[in-house]
């Protein structure tokens, strides 16, 4: 690593609007320093989050009075900023969601909103925000019709998700109607699930990453086989007794917060406080074969490199988005030094050569195409048994013969340094600052608590550096800052315009399948009907079926999904089709623009409509009813109906799926049981392209249903899936977040 790197960039003529043939670069910032250096480095725009409704709460964050200093700041330089309100907003928090947009509006004034709940689009445009808003990769747009139906809903951006191929972004691109701008990845962090279809952090404890508190189940260690199996039928009354202390401790946390004496909510540490089936449950099943484990859903960071140059001109793309909000100021400064390279200089080798080492400089994880070329045969991002971990590998501790711990770097530490001994899923990894130079293959001791000595060969990396160069440049950086002075908003007042509930109506329970119902499973009761998962092989159905039938779209359609769910859609719709669940409001485009009188599209629960203005929103898109977000707890779910002028309904049973992945499956066989960390039995199976996840107990509010129904839900949906034959026969059942909190 040299200091060549950190020279300031050249001065650049005053910024225009970004265009296909010269896209953004778009820096991320978690703090001050970072957005500084996003500036140093010569980023065109900047995106962040707030205290609230951020994406990213375990980023440090901003308050409006800084925020409105750094945003003068990056305009003086002719750089965007964009700030990012895309959380999942709860039935008690549109009016906060109002207010705060409209302190954004007077006090801030930034160039662009990233919000995900369809809440924000009428919101903040009532609260008199007059710059763009940019729909997240957790709204899920992943379709061509899902640009039109944005540009109905009067979005001005949509950000692509991060699994589409060159030529699917190209699709995108070239349907994408006019006055809508697309955004995509270039360079960061990968997650194993679609971008708002995961919820495997929630359903394990409440931390949901819809709301930016995920703890990354993905990255842990996971095992399938044999021993895993025997070793729980040794434990067996172990794990009986700790089940039943964690569920003592949960009724008591959950009854403290209901009656207001707080408490540390356990639930909410996920993966720290498990909900785990007892041994004896477990043993129930037969898992046969070798014992294997791996991080089998932990991706590697996309890097696209020198195949950015791929996307220039690719009409009504204009942003290389960079991830990295809980990054330092050294990764900021890096990528966007090496992506501006790379998109100056397209036709330039030496350029090119350049960017790769900066990049390579950059402290993320080892990287990968992901899905980018569709014509490589390994497209899964993740490297089982490989090294997945953040930050520069800097060496292997060394146990010293008096015991102590050292490290010789394979290159250079400075102070200021930051290390991490051990990887991220390991609950005993340390961190701890380099408070000296230290020369490559030097000797570091390093001190660390007793309760985290690790192993002799435990990997450490660098996971921040803090160049004196650097630091040197921010600082200059900050001084302008402190020169800007900061604007204060008036207190807001008003109240946004809310939509005025609507009664209960009370519709069949629906049944809903993978398959065609067969034998037992196709008979139902006066108020019961079957559903089915629509794809183009389940809709070649009797033209005397295809009418009785409850056709659920699919959670995540892919480009060359659309035309034919669309044909299948045309075909049943001829026979008499009419009830639909769709499960992305954008999947609204695929029916008429004009709805016959016994048109019944409902929007399903993977809408993630939690809010009666997402409710709202849904209801002027046509929409005759709703399946409220599974996630959400009581409190939030028995208010929901008070607000909705929509008919509500909820999933009341079943296997739901913790999350939904493009990335296919490496080292875990699918249609088998796998164990996390902590015992929890899961399994994976694949639905035409789509890999779905799922927990091995299901959920079950059957017994919260005549508070559901009291409240005003008048229909819900028991979601049916026939485990594997050698899952553990779970006899405990999830309430998701129904006595806990969503964080």
């Known amino acids: 690593m040299n200091d060549d790197t950190l020279a300031p960039p050249a001065a650049v003529e005053a910024t225009a609007a970004p265009s296909p043939a010269r896209p953004e670069i778009l820096a991320p910032a978690g703090d001050a320093p970072s957005f500084l250096a996003a500036l140093a480095a010569g980023a065109d725009a900047i995106y962040l989050g707030l205290k609230n409704f ?9 308050g409006l009075t800084e925020l409105s200093r750094l945003t003068d700041l990056a305009h003086a330089e002719n750089a965007r900023v964009y700030v990012a309100m895309n959380t999942l907003v709860k039935p008690g928090e549109p009016a906060q969601a109002y207010r705060l947009a409209a302190r954004l509006a007077d006090q801030v004034r930034p160039d662009g909103l ?3 709940d369809l809440a924000m689009l009428d919101l903040a445009r009532q609260a008199g925000f007059e710059g763009g808003l940019f729909l997240s990769t957790l709204a899920n747009l992943t379709h061509p019709e899902s640009l039109i139906q944005a540009k109905k809903l009067g979005a001005n951006r949509v950000i692509l998700p991060r699994e589409l191929s060159i030529d699917e972004v190209r699709m995108m691109g070239e349907a994408c109607p006019e006055g809508l701008d697309l955004e995509c990845f270039v360079h960061g962090a990968l997650c194993y699930c679609v971008s708002g279809r995961c919820y495997w952090s929630s359903y394990m404890g409440g931390k949901s990453g819809l709301r930016g508190r995920c703890v990354q189940p993905c990255r842990r260690v996971y095992r399938q086989g044999g021993p895993a199996a025997m070793g729980l039928i040794r434990n067996a009354e172990r794990e009986e007794q ?16 209901r009656t207001g004496r707080g408490g540390r909510d356990e639930r909410a540490e996920a993966f720290e406080a498990p909900r785990r089936p007892s041994g004896r449950q477990q043993a129930h099943g037969r898992v046969s074969g070798k014992e294997h484990s791996g991080r089998w859903f932990s991706c590697l960071d996309l890097s696209l490199d020198v195949l950015a140059k791929t996307l220039l001109h690719i009409p009504h793309l204009v942003s290389w988005k960079i991830e990295g909000r809980k990054k330092g100021p050294h990764y900021v400064y890096h990528v966007v030094t090496a992506y501006r390279m790379l998109r100056d200089n397209p036709g330039d080798a030496q350029a090119r050569k350049m960017a790769e080492e900066i990049l390579q400089m950059a402290l993320g994880r080892p990287s990968t195409r ?3 070329l569709p014509q490589k045969e390994n497209t899964i991002p993740t490297t089982p048994d490989g090294q997945t971990s953040s930050g520069l590998l800097a060496g292997k501790i060394r146990i010293e013969p008096e015991g102590g711990v050292t490290l010789k770097p394979f290159f250079e530490l400075l102070p200021q340094d930051y290390l991490r001994v051990g990887v991220e899923d390991e609950r005993w990894h340390a961190t701890l600052p380099v408070t000296r130079r230290i020369p490559k293959g030097g000797n570091l001791a390093l001190r660390l608590p007793k309760h985290k000595t690790p192993k002799a060969g435990t990997p450490v990396f660098l996971i921040d550096r803090r160049e004196p160069e650097l630091m040197r440049i921010v600082k200059s950086w900050q001084a302008r800052l402190e020169k800007m002075p900061a604007r204060q908003s008036k207190a807001v007042e008003s109240e946004p315009r809310m939509p005025r509930g609507v009664k209960a109506k009370t519709r069949p329970d629906i049944q809903v399948r993978a398959s065609l119902p067969q034998g037992k499973e196709n008979r139902t009761g006066r108020n019961q009907v079957q559903g089915l998962w629509l794809s183009p092989r389940s809709a070649e159905i009797s033209r005397t079926v295809a009418p009785r039938m409850s056709w659920w779209l699919p959670p995540v359609i892919w480009p060359e999904d659309e035309d034919p769910l669309r044909r299948a859609i045309a ?14 409001p954008w999947q609204r485009g695929l029916f008429p623009d004009q709805l016959d009188e016994n048109a019944d599209l409902l929007a399903g629960p993977f809408c993630n409509a939690a809010n009666g203005a997402a409710l709202g929103v849904l209801a002027g898109m046509g929409f005759s009813g709703a399946f409220v977000s599974p996630e959400l707890p ?3 779910m028995l208010a929901l109906p008070r607000q909705s002028p929509l008919p509500l309904g909820a999933v009341l049973s079943g296997f739901w799926p913790v999350g939904i992945s493009r990335f296919g499956l490496l080292g875990v066989k699918p249609n088998e049981p796998f164990l996390s960390p902590m015992g929890e039995p899961f399994w994976a199976r694949q639905y035409s392209g789509n890999i779905w996840i799922y927990p091995g107990w299901p959920l079950d509010l059957t017994s919260k249903r005549p508070e559901l129904t009291a409240a005003g839900y008048g229909f819900f949906a028991h979601m049916q899936e026939n485990p594997p034959a050698s899952m553990p026969d779970m006899r405990r059942k999830s309430l998701f977040n129904w006595e806990g909190a969503l964080l």
Do not use: T, Y
């Open 634 to 636: 009581r409190e939030d």
């Open 54 to 62: 951020s994406a990213r709460m375990q980023a440090e964050n901003f």
């Open 242 to 257: 700790e089940q039943s202390r964690r569920e003592q401790s949960r009724a008591d946390i959950a009854r403290k917060n």
């Open 571 to 584: 075909r049943l719709w001829r026979d008499g089709a009419r009830h639909f669940v769709c499960n992305a």
């Open 114 to 116: 990233i919000v995900q």
């Open 370 to 372: 992901a899905r980018f």
